[in-house]
């Protein structure tokens, strides 16, 4: 169930953002039994790399990744924790 | 606009610093409620809070309010900062401490 939304959620940001780096990682187990997993929605945590970020706030930047997965955040994911970057960003980052 | 657009509105405009969270700062009901409301107090500004979880209607109607799709929602002097990463993120990078200062000050004022 879970690996098929990972997939969904890769295929929707592929689709509507250039992504340079993409990395979707589930972590419902860590959320299992609480209340926002009994409804059997998931938590994922995703890292997104895109010039699309560029000259965007952290709100826009999460709008348009929740733009991107749309109805997904109704019916599949009940929390996206979400570290949106421009690849200058990511690549301080990961140099620092 | 509907009853409920209406009554989170009033909300919105009456608080200067306003979290909608599941549960309470005292007994959050969920982990990224509970790390907004942590980091709200870590600033050391009184906020309000409203508990959605008391009312479904506001549960549903401030993801349509604020055209954000989860909880916890920060709104400061009316406007929406954002969701538990963004929150945070401003905590860590001191943000959070001017923004709602400023926004309380100018309530005060």
Partial sequence: ?96 | MDEIQQAIKEQVEAHPVILFMKGTPQFPQCGFSMRASQALAGVGVEFAYVNVLEDERIRQGVKEFGNWPTIPQLYVGGELVGGCDIILEMYESGELETLVKEAAAKQDG
Avoid: W
């Fill in chain 1, 1 to 96: 169930m879970n690996e098929q939304r990972v997939r969904m959620i890769r295929e929707r940001m592929h689709d509507a953002l250039a992504v340079q780096q993409l990395e979707v990682v589930d972590e419902s187990h860590l959320h299992a039994g609480h209340a926002g997993a009994r409804d059997g929605r998931g938590h994922f945590r995703v890292l997104v790399v895109s010039d699309a970020f560029a000259d965007k706030s952290p709100l826009q930047r999460h709008r348009l990744i929740y733009e991107a997965m749309g109805d997904a955040m109704e019916t599949d994911i009940h929390a996206l924790t979400i570290q949106a970057m421009t690849p200058q960003e990511y690549q301080q980052a990961s140099s620092g």
